[in-house]
C-alpha cells in the first residue's frame, strides 16, 4: 500500500494548482501549506469532491449524484477497494487537535504518524510511514504558527513537509468532505461493536447532501441527520454469515437508544455534549453486508426521509 500521506499530499499540490478553479486559496505559514476550503473563501463543489478525495488519500472514488427518492436533494456516492485504508487510516476525525485557544476536529492520514496513534488504526492494522504530513481541520479558524509547530511535532515531520486543509462545517467542501462519510461511520460502527474491519474487502455508500449556509450549529445538525437518516451503505465482507446475523442488527444507527429526533433537537437535549450522545447512534440508516465467501447478503436498517424532511426544512412537495 503506497503511503497514505504522499497520496493526500499530492492531491492538496494538485488542488492548490487549480486554486482559481476551484475557489480556495493557499498561503504558507512557518514553511506549511495551509489551503482554505471554506473560511474566507466561497469554494464549492469541485472543492468539496477534491477536499474529500484529500481526506480519503484517494482510494475512494468520489461523484455526485441525484437522491431517487428526494429529487430536491443531491447526493453523494462513495467506493472505495481499500475501505480499512481510506477511511480509517485517513478519513476518520479522530485527532482533537487544541493548541491555546485554537481547536478542530482533524482527520487526515497525518493521524497515523500522530507519536500516540488512536487504537482503531492500530487494531485496523494500518502501518503507515512518511516524511510529510497532511491533516483536515473542521473550524473558522485558520492555523497559525503556533498549531503548525505542534501539528509538525506530533508527526514527527519538518514543518515545509505539513498541508493543513481548512473548511468550516457550514460551507460548500465542509459539508460535502462530512457527508462523504457513510462508509466511515459504518466501519468505525463495526469496530465498536467488535468486528474484525480486516474482513471487509470492498465498500459503497451514499448520503444526500445539505443545503450549505453560514451557520456551523445547524450544518452541525443537517450533516449528521444526512447520515443518520439518509445515508445507506454496501461492504463487502468476507465472513461468517452467523456473525453478520448477530452484528447486523446493531450497525445501522436505528439501534441507538437515541435515533429519531432530528440530530439538533438531540444535541440540545444533552446540552450541546457530543459526548453524551449515545456513540451508537453514528451509523448510516442502512447496511447491507454482501459476504463474498457464502454469497449471501443481509440488510438491515432502512432510510427514513420523514425525518430528514424535517431536519432539512423540505416540504411534502419533494415527496
Known sequence: MPSLNESSWNLVQRAVDR?????????????????????????????????????????????????????????????TDHPRHACIGSQYAG?????????????????????????????????ESSDCAVGIMETRVLPDASVVDHFAAQCGVSKERVAICVAPTASFAG??????????????KLHEIGFDLKQVVSAMGSAPIPVF??????????????????????????????????????????????FGLPFIELFKKYDCDFYKVDKMLFSP?????NNIRTGNSFTFGE?????????????????
Not at 514553511?31 to 484529500?54: K, M, P, R, S, Y
Not at 450544518?219 to 468476507?238: E, K, P, Q
Open 19 to 79: 486554486a482559481e478553479r476551484l475557489k480556495i486559496h493557499s498561503h504558507q505559514v512557518e514553511g506549511a501549506t495551509i489551503v482554505d476550503f471554506g473560511v474566507d473563501v466561497t469554494g464549492g463543489l469541485e472543492a468539496g469532491l477534491a477536499l474529500a478525495e484529500i481526506c480519503l488519500s484517494g482510494l475512494c472514488t468520489v461523484t455526485l449524484k441525484q437522491m431517487e427518492n428526494c429529487p430536491a436533494l443531491p447526493a453523494l456516492q462513495v467506493h
Open 95 to 127: 485527532w482533537e487537535l487544541k493548541v491555546g485557544d485554537f481547536f478542530a476536529m482533524t482527520s487526515g492520514p497525518a493521524r497515523c504518524l500522530h507519536e500516540n496513534p488512536e487504537e482503531i488504526i492500530v487494531a485496523s492494522g494500518i502501518d
Open 175 to 188: 459539508s460535502i468532505q462530512i457527508v462523504a462519510r457513510s462508509i466511515e461511520t459504518t466501519l468505525h
Open 213 to 258: 449556509g453560514r451557520d456551523d450549529f445547524a450544518a452541525l445538525g443537517w450533516t449528521n441527520d444526512c447520515i443518520l437518516y439518509g445515508a445507506s451503505a454496501t461492504v463487502w465482507v468476507d465472513s461468517d454469515d452467523h456473525e453478520l446475523e448477530k452484528i447486523g442488527p446493531q450497525t445501522p444507527s436505528a439501534s441507538s437508544r437515541d
Open 285 to 289: 440508516a442502512q447496511v447491507t453486508f
Open 303 to 319: 432510510t427514513r426521509l420523514d425525518i430528514l424532511q424535517s431536519s432539512l426544512n423540505l416540504g411534502s412537495d419533494n415527496e
